[in-house]
């Protein structure tokens, strides 16, 4: 078993078992036992279980359990334009792709395509929490929401918000706050009537951005907020011709933070996503909110929007997670995310000025030092992303009362000839000789990984997934 212990440190479990009850909990963790039948006469002993009552999965040598991955911030119907994006930057891009592509999913025959088989495809990809933007249509998003719940993937589903006329198109926007506020209570009724305690799917409050809302609509989904406790999601200075509009369409704020924090909606239960050219100020104030922020640095790269600064956002106290934000970023995958989480810190890094003189030496260790490393963004996509929604102490590790939300993966194993047979195809890219340390191990598997790694997934104890 392989998890975060801190942001810096991965945990290695060597020879555990860890026994999970029917509610999906995981009720102990056993260390150094021998083989599955000593772990299971200790677990047995403890719990007072029978040999008949329980399944058992036995990650093979070679093969280890890893926390189920959160994704912090994903468009669902935008899932059927993975990958297109061509050389558009934000603005262009949700005129030419994003609005018609979302408008088309009222056809719901449409939306059960799409929707079915994004949720598929993030949970085959190790994705167990999903932090779903949806449309402005109400029957396509309650049907993302029932599809969440009966193919197993934790998630919390939002009803895009957006009835300011200035950028919306015509065809595709809300006639007023009250539309807005109506058609979002009718989601979280939905998801109510399908899932009482928001156990496994839960609505979340999602105004578009802020150009895409009223004053209005903004004050009413912060009052449902305090109503009801739900969790908000939007995004924020993701671009520069967005942060332009803002400033114009909001003349009464100092900031693009100050325009979300004047209508209620920064809140701890808030994920911001991107955060790209965020001010020291602003950063200061979500810090200080206990909002969260979401980086997605696929998207960040597609779209040219900028490099996000993780290291500074957590320098300032914020909590950060991983978003795939697809099809902003072209792919669904967290593993991805956590990839180009760290290869975008290294452009963060490369971007530092290193004067000549006296400051050089200080440059240079500020360069090192905004890297971040393979522990860190493994962290960004368990633990960091758990904490952004609030599930900290559910999900994100192994301890004992957490759940189940796991995936167990498998690194190809290079045999004594070094041949590549059609069961290595299968295993994906990462070969192990069977010298590396764990720690290279999981070094080969963030940069060369894929979901063909990843052979089983389980949510709250159900398994969500299986690779042969
Ligand atoms: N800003 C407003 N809408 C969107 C969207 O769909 N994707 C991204 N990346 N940014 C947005
Ligand atoms: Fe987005």
């Known amino acids: 078993f392989v998890h975060s212990r801190t942001q810096q440190h991965l945990e290695f479990l060597?020879?555990?078992?860890?026994?999970?009850?029917?509610?999906g909990k995981i009720v102990s963790i056993e260390r150094d036992v021998a083989d599955v039948s000593?772990?299971?006469?200790?677990?047995?002993?403890?719990?007072?279980?029978?040999?008949a009552e329980v399944d058992v999965t036995e990650a093979a040598e070679g093969q280890f359990f890893f926390p189920g991955f959160v994704d912090t911030h994903i468009h669902a119907p935008q899932y059927a334009n993975a990958g297109i994006f061509g050389k558009s930057s934000l603005l262009d891009w949700l005129e030419t792709y994003t609005f018609p592509l979302e408008a088309s999913l009222s056809d719901l025959p449409k939306a059960r395509r799409v929707y079915s088989r994004c949720v598929r495809r993030t949970l085959s990809h190790g994705t167990t929490t999903a932090t779903y933007y949806a449309t402005l249509d109400v029957a396509a998003t309650n049907l993302l929401a029932d599809l969440c719940l009966s193919l197993g993937q934790r998630a919390f589903v939002g009803r895009a918000c957006m009835d300011d006329p200035e950028i919306n198109p015509e065809y595709y926007?809300?006639?007023?706050?009250?539309?807005?506020?109506?058609?979002?209570?009718?989601?979280?009724?939905?998801?109510?009537?399908?899932?009482?305690?928001?156990?496994?799917?839960?609505?979340?409050?999602?105004?578009?951005?802020?150009?895409?809302?009223?004053?209005?609509?903004?004050?009413?989904?912060?009052?449902?907020?305090?109503?009801?406790?739900l969790p908000i999601q939007t995004h924020i200075s993701e671009n520069l011709g967005e942060m332009?509009?803002?400033?114009?369409?909001?003349?009464?704020?100092?900031?693009?933070?100050?325009?979300?924090?004047?209508y209620g909606l920064l809140t701890p239960k808030t994920v911001l996503a991107h955060a790209v050219h965020i001010s020291d100020a602003e950063a200061s104030l979500i810090a200080a909110k206990g909002s969260k922020i979401s980086h997605c640095p696929c998207s960040n790269t597609c779209l040219t929007s900028g490099p996000a600064r993780v290291r500074w956002m957590w320098d300032k106290g914020i909590d950060v997670g991983l978003g795939t934000d697809m099809s902003g970023g072209y792919s669904p995958s967290i593993l991805e995310a956590a990839r180009?989480?760290?290869?975008?810190?290294?452009?963060?890094?490369?971007?530092?000025?290193?004067?000549?003189?006296?400051?050089?030496?200080?440059?240079?260790?500020?360069?090192?030092?905004?890297?971040?490393?393979?522990?860190?963004?493994?962290?960004?996509?368990?633990?960091?992303?758990?904490?952004?929604?609030?599930?900290?102490?559910?999900?994100?590790?192994?301890?004992?009362?957490?759940?189940?939300?796991?995936?167990?993966?498998?690194?190809?194993?290079?045999s004594d000839d070094g041949g590549l047979e059609e069961q290595d195809d299968n295993d994906g890219f990462v070969d192990v000789f069977g010298w590396e340390s764990w720690d290279d191990r999981i070094a080969k598997w963030l940069y060369n990984g894929d979901d063909r790694n990843t052979k089983r997934v389980w949510v709250k104890g159900r398994l969500v997934h299986r690779r042969n």
Not at 14 to 23: G, I, K, L, S
Not at 38 to 51: I, N
């Open 14 to 23: 060597h020879n555990a078992a860890v026994a999970v009850d029917e509610q």
């Open 340 to 414: 180009q989480a760290a290869l975008v810190s290294r452009h963060v890094a490369m971007g530092i000025h290193v004067p000549q003189g006296d400051d050089a030496a200080a440059a240079e260790r500020e360069k090192e030092r905004v890297k971040l490393t393979v522990e860190e963004v493994l962290y960004l996509a368990t633990r960091g992303g758990a904490r952004c929604v609030g599930l900290q102490d559910k999900i994100g590790g192994f301890e004992i009362g957490m759940e189940w939300d796991a995936q167990l993966v498998s690194l190809s194993q290079v």
């Open 173 to 229: 926007r809300d006639a007023d706050a009250d539309e807005t506020l109506r058609a979002t209570r009718q989601t979280v009724d939905h998801v109510r009537g399908i899932d009482p305690g928001f156990d496994l799917v839960s609505p979340i409050l999602t105004p578009r951005f802020a150009p895409s809302c009223t004053r209005e609509a903004m004050a009413g989904l912060a009052q449902l907020h305090r109503e009801t406790g």
């Open 244 to 262: 332009q509009l803002v400033r114009r369409m909001f003349p009464e704020a100092d900031s693009y933070a100050a325009v979300y924090d004047k």
């Open 38 to 51: 000593e772990a299971k006469e200790r677990l047995f002993k403890q719990l007072g279980w029978s040999e």
